[in-house]
């Protein structure tokens, strides 16, 4: 019997996932002098950013959104010479509360969610003074067991009011609220100086010029990567790391970065076993549940925003593209399991709810959730997880680290977060004695 021979390469750093932040942390530490690889199971760079063709036009299945106040991201895009594209503005605007359809104004909308969303938040930036230090006030610890829905139930509004509420934030954290933690709701309204009307803003208007994939490429070009790798086991001490994938090659470094997030981490198997408070999170995973659906609806439409109720199939869409005389809208739901995107009569009932007259023609979508890849949309935090585990991925664990949005100090949950948890990993290891 003749024993099999692994490839095995060294190098100074691995990085596993080609994300934004993998991508980041290894552009910095190449420039800096180290040699670095990265290992991407997928056959494509991006992470949870994916720009696709689908429905005749270029559509981004995932993160989409950027805003000038995600300063990690603005100057990524500055450094490449990428503008933005706003979305369309909505004429129009739909919404379901108090057991009723309304059609309005969409500024009638976002009044009618200011008065109790400024309420719910008005303690933004007494618990998060410095939002990209997020223990700047120790105080956050004490409320973080809170689920964002135990504060919503207490304030005194009425139904009307507290069904608009309720799904602004299931759409924000692309999942239900019982599970969604209040200390992220603060965290984000924090990064927009307190004013929540920027941070929806920051959510849902402004897209790439080129799309992500375009800042992707720029951020790419010169590192080393290898697609279609999967990473199954890491072994690691303070002399440094065996990277293990799953053709059996291995790949030795002074450090490793893992880029993964929260809800594919159960894919590798690291030696000696991650701290209790880590495997917890990663067996609880995010709330991030839910479905980003682009739908092609028949004729020329006005823009149009419409929100329905928390646990609708399709909570809320927008009017994005027009497209040979129809119309593009991009479309959340807080559960993926409880809607088949392939499936158009299911499309057309659950838009149908939010949006009056409109005839589905073709839907493109991703499950996210259901990708092993991925685990999950964009991270948002159940309770406790702030005073838990994010301080324990962020602190390295011998030659291993970790870095992507589920990890960030700032916008977690979004491109900047990403970029911005990639640069403090980069800088840990460059700051980081010899071995």
Same mark, same amino acid.
């Given at each position: ?12 750093? $691995? ?99 200011? @008065? ?16 990209? +230090? ?10 973080? @067991? ?33 599970? @969604? ?27 790439? =010029? ?12 010169? +590192? ?7 990473? $199954? ?5 303070? @002399?440094?790391? +065996? ?39 990663? *067996? ?19 823009? !149009?925003?419409? !929100? ?14 027009? =497209?040979?005389?129809?119309?593009? !809208? ?20 659950? !838009?149908?709810?939010? $949006? ?8 493109? *979508?991703?499950?996210?959730?259901a990708d092993p890849l991925s685990g999950e949309t964009w991270p948002m935090h159940r309770p406790g997880y702030l005073s838990g585990a994010l301080a324990v991925f962020q602190k390295p664990q011998g030659s291993l680290l970790f870095a992507g949005s589920d990890y960030a100090n700032g916008w977690g949950g979004f491109i900047d977060g990403a970029i911005e948890s990639g640069l403090e990993a980069a800088r840990a290891i460059q700051d980081a004695p010899p071995a």
């Open positions: 019997m003749t024993e099999t021979t692994f490839r095995t390469e060294q190098t100074d750093v $691995v990085v596993i996932g080609a994300g934004f932040a993998g991508l980041t942390t290894a552009r910095e530490l190449r420039q800096s002098g180290r040699s670095v690889i990265v290992l991407e199971a997928r056959d494509r760079i991006g992470g949870r950013t994916w720009l696709d063709t689908r429905l005749g036009r270029p559509l981004e299945m995932g993160g989409t959104w950027v805003h000038w106040t995600q300063p990690h991201v603005w100057s990524e895009m500055k450094r490449y010479g990428l503008g933005t594209v706003p979305s369309p503005v909505p004429e129009t605007a739909y919404w379901w509360a108090d057991g009723r359809r309304y059609q309005g104004d969409p500024e009638q909308l976002l009044g009618d969610i200011d @008065a109790s969303n400024r309420k719910l938040m008005e303690e933004a930036r007494r618990y998060f003074p410095e939002p990209f +230090t997020p223990w700047a006030n120790p105080e956050s610890r004490d409320i973080d @067991a809170t689920p964002l829905s135990k504060k919503i139930a207490e304030l005194q509004i009425t139904d009307y009011s507290k069904d608009i509420l309720e799904s602004f934030w299931a759409l924000n954290f692309n999942g239900p609220i019982d599970d @969604a933690a209040y200390t992220q709701a603060l965290r984000w309204v924090a990064l927009t100086n307190g004013d929540w009307m920027v941070s929806f803003e920051a959510c849902a208007t402004f897209k790439i =010029q080129g799309g992500t994939g375009a800042l992707i490429q720029a951020m790419a070009t010169g +590192t080393d990567i290898r697609l279609n790798e999967t990473v $199954v086991s890491v072994k690691h001490d303070d @002399a440094g790391a +065996t990277v293990r994938a799953a053709d059996g090659s291995l790949y030795r470094a002074n450090h490793v970065v893992c880029t993964l997030p929260l809800g594919a981490m159960g894919g590798i198997s690291f030696e000696p076993p991650l701290p209790e408070s880590s495997t917890k999170a990663i *067996s609880e995973g995010q709330v991030s549940r839910g479905i980003k659906a682009w739908i092609k609806v028949k004729g020329a439409r006005r823009p !149009l925003v419409a !929100l329905g109720l928390a646990d609708w199939q399709l909570n809320f869409a927008q009017t994005e593209y027009d =497209q040979d005389g129809d119309t593009i !809208l991009v479309a959340f739901g807080p559960d993926s399991s409880r809607l088949d995107v392939t499936d158009l009569r299911q499309v057309q009932a659950a !838009l149908g709810l939010l $949006v009056p007259d409109a005839e589905v023609l073709g839907v493109a *979508s991703h499950d996210w959730t």
